[in-house]
């Protein structure tokens, strides 16, 4: 990474000095500033008018190294015409009110009092060295303005942020991280919604005059909103064009504005949900905003996040060790807890070759339901009258690790805790509960020093590795502090208790984001088990995240969330695309059931090592009734296709299937992993069938692999090796 920066030259200009009649007087002009950052697939430029506020005049593919920053600058303005003002307002880092601009601000601020504040910001300093800082001053209202900017030559991943200080304290309604400018060459944007048991479901916008306005309002990230956006140009798909991606990482309430103006030009800002910010203070700062752009398809974007969170967000507390097999017991046995029958199902998911066994739900207090009980985190002895060590040591007893499930920032109004401290739940007496549950107020340390305790006995006094950290409400209003205070207990057990890995669930999908993924290694992407429903969560989920965080796991024959019956193999294959797991009673399983699911553990377990550092290539499907990806290393010495059919097809025959990412002059050996479970319906005599093919990769991206007839609800599997 590199970043410059230089200073136009001066120019003159009028002084504001009353002069004597017939005197005149120049001063010099403010320098303009200029400032360039470089990842070697990107080039960002910034340039500032005088004292202005810089603003963006370049961001796309890396310009050459002689680039004239001050001609950007000069080159980067638009003309005015009849009903404009006389110069176009800059679309800043953080427009400003006070500068006549036309749209959405950057930062809306009180005095302490109550009073507006409308600040003018000018150039104070700056400082680049590996990264770049520049901050902007505003003396009359004793404000400072901070902008950093962090680039990766890496994962070329641009993270960008703006902490707002003040010399007396004041009440924050809304500071934008640094506002980007979105590509004129864009006829649409792509955003996410969703809801339990279907998350990540993608929208698609025009661009049209206006405001495209987002704001989750729960307290967490949320199943409807995840704060995450995708800017393709014109012709743009998954595997070529350009596009700009965009990801806020904060837990707590956010909010996306994507702008088009009368004159057409548009904007982009990210920041906390307004108001989150209920006390005056001197210092604000936003959450990170993770930028990339891609000159390779919106696959390239989706890459840049995967590699970042994988390499640079998450932190391993075993960095060494293979992504475990997991079985959780959730849907085995929910509250019903009995040790024999947790013993049973540990030594058949053991024979499966789960690794880790999760106890889930029901462990604790006098939880019999979801009605009581949460935050009495103690065993409870009538369930487990010698504590939790005889499960434990059985567990460890089959080569397994042991985890366990917490949902510390809930509390049920029946338990100890909340007849004893009312007061510690967050929001009002009689507010509408969720889940038969209140949040607590973990802006108190008191709730945060208790929840400590509790836990950490639970952790000290057993040999555990593993929490499910749930979160199964939403919150009965947005609140920053709140965010924080989670954030806080989680780095504070994490500090103590390295070796214990944290999953991130909320009533699955609701709470991840790459805030919370600095704190945890998995993430449950949601509560649906339903595998045909699972393709295309994770599909869509594969543009921010990597197989590495992503649980997945076999469910039960008949779907407990959807209802739906669905074939073991097509269950198992789904699974395997992501952190392979199994959450259903393995009692169930006929033979044929547990021959399936054995073979198919036994193939992930074979290839994990490589497919937990592959990308995650979403490829172009030609039969919208099939979902496919390609998953890769960065060599490109091997690669394994998913290609799932979630519908009838329009067509008879399948259409050939593009990979991508391949060396055209290199050939490949691809064979049909699972060609065995072809239907009967499958009459013909496709190579495939027969054995490997060896191909170049220039026919398989240029023309595609030919693959089986196959039912809906049915997976083919592709691996490739290059020879």
Request: hydrophobic letters at 35%.
């Amino acid at each position: 990474m590199s970043t410059r920066t230089t200073d136009t030259a001066e120019v003159p200009a009028a002084s504001a000095t009353a002069l004597p009649l017939g005197a005149t007087q120049t001063r010099a002009k403010p320098a303009n500033h200029a400032w360039r950052l470089d990842d070697g697939r990107q080039t960002l430029v910034l340039t500032a008018t005088g004292e202005r506020l810089p603003q963006v005049v370049y961001w796309g593919r890396s310009l050459p190294s002689g680039e004239d920053l001050s001609t950007l600058h000069a080159a980067n303005a638009i003309d005015v015409t009849g009903g404009m003002l006389d110069e176009n307002p800059d679309l800043s880092l953080c427009p400003e009110a006070s500068r006549t601009f036309p749209g959405q601000p950057g930062l809306i601020v009180r005095m302490k009092d109550g009073t507006p504040l409308l600040p003018k910001f000018c150039f104070d300093s700056y400082e680049n060295g590996k990264d770049l800082t520049i901050r902007y001053r505003d003396e009359d209202n004793g404000l400072t303005l901070t902008f950093e900017f962090i680039t990766d030559p890496d994962t070329f991943m641009i993270v960008a942020k703006t902490v707002l200080n003040a010399d007396a304290p004041v009440h924050l309604h809304w500071l934008a991280a640094p506002v980007m400018p979105a590509p004129q060459l864009s006829d649409e944007m792509i955003d996410f919604s969703g809801r339990w048991c279907r998350e990540f479901e993608t929208n698609r916008t025009a661009w049209s005059p206006g405001i495209r306005y987002r704001e989750n309002r729960t307290g967490r990230t949320g199943h409807e909103h995840f704060p995450g956006l995708i800017v393709p140009c014109v012709g743009a798909t998954n595997t070529r064009g350009e596009a700009y991606a965009f990801h806020y990482g904060w837990s707590g309430g956010h909010r996306m504005v994507a702008e088009e103006l009368p004159d057409g030009r548009r904007q982009i800002q990210w920041g906390h949900a307004a108001r989150m910010e209920t006390q005056a203070a001197t210092e604000f700062a936003t959450a990170p905003l993770y930028l990339t752009y891609s000159d390779q398809g919106v696959n390239g974007c989706a890459v840049s996040f995967q590699r970042h969170v994988r390499d640079r967000i998450v932190t391993w507390p075993k960095a060494d060790r293979p992504r475990p097999v997991h079985y959780n017991c959730w849907e085995a046995v929910y509250f019903d807890h009995k040790l024999d029958v947790l013993c049973d199902i540990a030594d058949r998911a053991a024979n499966l070759g789960a690794e880790r066994f999760v106890l889930d739900d029901g462990w604790f207090g006098n939880r019999d339901d979801d009605t009581r009980a949460l935050s009495d985190w103690e065993v409870d002895p009538r369930k487990y009258p010698d504590g939790l060590t005889p499960l434990i040591e059985h567990v460890h007893s089959l080569d397994m690790t042991f985890g366990i499930w917490f949902e510390p920032e809930m509390i049920n109004e029946d338990s100890d805790i909340h007849r004893a401290h009312p007061d510690w739940a967050l929001g009002s007496e009689d507010q509408t509960l969720g889940r038969q549950q209140k949040a607590l107020n973990m802006a108190l340390p008191e709730v945060r020093d208790f929840l400590y305790d509790r836990m950490s006995a639970v952790l000290r006094d057993h040999a555990i590795d593993y929490i499910k950290w749930d979160h199964n409400r939403v919150l009965p209003m947005p609140d920053a502090a709140q965010t924080r205070g989670s954030y806080a207990l989680i780095d504070r057990l994490r500090a103590d208790f390295p070796h214990v890995e944290i999953e991130s669930c909320a009533s699955g999908g609701g709470r991840i984001d790459f805030g919370i993924l600095k704190r945890t290694q998995r993430v449950w992407l949601s509560d649906s088990n339903d595998a045909l429903e699972r393709l295309n969560i994770q599909h869509n989920a594969a543009l921010f995240l990597p197989l590495s965080i992503t649980g997945s796991h076999v469910g039960p024959r008949r779907c407990h969330t959807s209802g739906r019956t669905l074939d073991i193999s097509f269950r198992a294959w789904v699974a395997a695309q992501r952190h392979m797991g199994f959450e259903m009673d393995p009692r169930e399983l006929d033979d044929y059931e547990v021959r399936v699911l054995s073979e198919v553990t036994s193939w992930w377990k074979h290839n994990r090592t490589w497919m937990e550092d592959a990308d995650i290539l979403r490829l172009d499907s030609p039969d919208p009734a099939v979902l496919a990806e390609q998953q890769m290393p960065q060599d490109a010495s091997r690669f394994v296709v998913f290609a799932g059919k979630g519908a009838t097809s329009a067509q008879i025959s399948p259409r050939p299937l593009r990979l991508t990412g391949l060396d055209p002059d290199a050939m490949y050996e691809v064979a049909l992993v699972n060609r065995g479970t072809a239907p009967a319906l499958s009459r013909g005599t496709p190579a495939l069938k027969d054995g490997p093919l060896t191909l170049s990769g220039a026919y398989l991206m240029h023309h595609g692999v030919t693959l089986p007839w196959s039912f809906p609800e049915t997976m083919w599997v592709l691996e490739g090796h290059r020879l």
